[in-house]
């Protein structure tokens, strides 16, 4: 039996920072593009999948 976490969130990219709080790092954006640029930047530097969850909020996980 493992220990090891597997799946988790890397990192969250919001246009409204009242949806996010503390446990990861935050992005908060001024537009939808500027959202758009850091979460699929940020699914590759980290090696993550992109999700968006609404129209203001992505969550980049590990699988």
Excluded at 36 to 47: G, Q, S, T, W
């Amino acid at each position: 039996m493992s220990n090891s976490i597997e799946k988790y969130i890397l990192a969250i990219i919001t246009t409204d920072e009242t949806k996010a709080a503390g446990g990861t790092a935050i992005f908060i954006c001024k537009t939808q593009e500027e959202m758009h640029f850091f979460a699929k930047n940020l699914e590759a530097i980290l090696d993550g999948i992109a999700h968006g969850i609404g129209d203001d909020l992505y969550i980049v996980v590990k699988h």
